[in-house]
């Protein structure tokens, strides 16, 4: 027996969260029977529907890293019909992952895509601190003084950041985090007095961007390349 919102996520058919969105509106049911959050499940007997869609147990888990360019949305489907990164993916992918996070419309790099429940999990809540890593080119160079504010942590408008590991190469800077604010590393620069020409994500916890990996292209990957 699991628990519903796990079992709908573990189907790959929602994210663990929209899955407890999904029972919350009313739109779960179990045998007929409304679902509720905590509700248990045996997946060989039990009918589970999803908006009237009967929910089947997962088949093997997928792990996608994808290169997102700029100017594509991390979205299903967009209001303003521009580019979603689910128009980079086959057909047969589709319709079987989800994005874990998010990456704004003009920032580019690292995103991965699957649809295991408990991944999502883990790499989305705060309290695991999982580590996100960004190339940045700003339009000025950086001082040594705004750099050790950015590692110390700065006030922006959802609150003070964490201390993040920051270091410079090329003329580049190079910045860790493990929160996920909305445009936080854009921010956090903002907060400083740096301006972001390009933002990219090159890191998620041990998944390193591939090199050979062409922007608006992806690769499958394994669990263990990722955790």
Do not use: C
């Not at 699991?2 to 969105?21: D, T, W, Y």
């Not at 509700?39 to 888990?61: S, T």
């Not at 003009?106 to 705060?126: F, R, S």
């Not at 493990?178 to 090159?202: D, P, T, Y």
């Amino acid at each position: 027996m699991e628990r519903v919102q796990k079992f709908i996520s573990s189907a790959g058919a929602a994210s663990r969260r929209k899955a407890e969105e999904f029972i919350k509106s009313g739109q779960v049911f179990i045998n007929g029977k409304r679902a509720k959050l905590g509700d248990k499940v045996d997946p060989a007997a039990d009918v589970v529907k999803v908006y009237g869609k009967i929910i089947k147990p997962a088949g093997e888990k997928i792990y996608v890293a994808l290169n997102k360019p700029k100017g594509v949305v991390v979205s299903k489907k967009d209001p303003r019909h521009r580019k979603t990164v689910f128009d980079l993916l086959p057909e047969e992918l589709k319709t079987k992952v989800w994005n874990v996070g998010r990456l704004d419309y003009d920032t580019e790099g690292l995103l991965i895509m699957t649809n295991d429940g408990d991944l999502t999990q883990a790499l989305a809540h705060p309290s695991f601190e999982h580590d996100k890593e960004y190339e940045v080119t700003t339009n000025e160079a950086a001082t040594e003084s705004q750099l050790e504010k950015l590692r110390t942590g700065v006030e922006i408008a959802t609150g003070t950041t964490y201390p993040a590991k920051v270091k410079t190469k090329g003329g580049k800077i190079y910045i860790t985090i493990h929160e996920g604010k909305k445009r936080q590393i854009r921010r956090m620069f903002e907060a400083v007095g740096l301006s972001v020409q390009n933002l990219k994500r090159i890191r998620i916890n041990n998944l390193i961007l591939p090199p050979d990996l062409a922007v608006g292209h992806y690769k499958m990957v394994a669990k263990s390349d990722i955790l």
